[in-house]
T-cell receptor
């Protein structure tokens, strides 16, 4: 989607390896979120950020960490990937209030 | 514990028919209820949203009905079209932050 890109789009990794997913925005929005999407679970919040170096845990944060050193970049790290972290990961941004979230196109991660 | 419960899981509708998707929530502090539409391979996109101070909101063929006392809200798609075939998610939050999503409904509209 315009203004937000996720990389990589697809990744296969081995159990136990660290993995970093990147979310980059050009909208200068303050709020950024990482969700994972799994069948039967919808989208679940992993971590979120309200600004540079201002991050917090969401509903399913175990095994994940994030960093935001610049307004435009929000990184999600799987410290030691497990098969249960096989999922589609979405980043979202918003200007706040009722502007709605703008989602990226997602990263399909497979942990083997 | 699922804070936002969505049904049905899947829905098949004939072209021109009405599609209805229902959601129920538990947290009475929620004050923002959006619906998102997702096509395969894409991220969800905001479709329509409502605040609890109104019982209905309409945008084109899409209507949200909201029942505060029952803690339920629903999406109605009038004159459903094949192009509406997608997965729909309801969500809820406090002040439009940290959305909590339902489990999704896959809608298929057949000509």
């Amino acid at each position: 989607d315009a203004g937000i890109t996720q990389s990589p789009r697809h990744k296969v990794t081995e159990t136990g390896t660290p993995v970093t997913l990147r979310c980059h925005q050009t909208e200068n929005h303050r709020y950024m979120y990482w969700y994972r999407q799994d069948p039967g679970h919808g989208l679940r919040l992993i971590h979120y950020s309200y600004g540079v170096k201002d991050t917090d845990k969401g509903e399913v944060s175990d095994g994940y960490s994030v960093s935001r050193s610049k307004t435009e970049d929000f990184l999600l790290t799987l410290e030691s990937a497990t098969s249960s972290q096989t999922s589609v990961y979405f980043c979202a941004i918003t200007a706040g209030a009722e502007n709605g979230y703008t989602f990226g196109s997602g990263t399909r991660l497979t942990v083997v | 514990q699922q804070q936002v419960k969505q049904s049905p899981q899947s829905l098949i509708v004939q072209k021109g028919g009405i599609s209805i998707i229902n959601c129920a929530y538990e947290n009475t502090a929620f004050d923002y209820f959006p619906w998102y539409q997702q096509f395969p391979g894409k991220g969800p996109a905001l479709l329509i949203a409502i605040r609890p101070d109104v019982s209905e909101k309409k945008e084109g063929r899409f209507t949200i009905s909201f029942n505060k006392s029952a803690k339920q809200f629903s999406l109605h798609i009038m004159d459903s079209q094949p192009g509406d075939s997608a997965t729909y998610f309801c969500a809820a939050s406090i002040e439009a932050d940290k959305l909590i999503f339902g489990t999704g409904t896959r809608l298929q509209v057949f000509p």
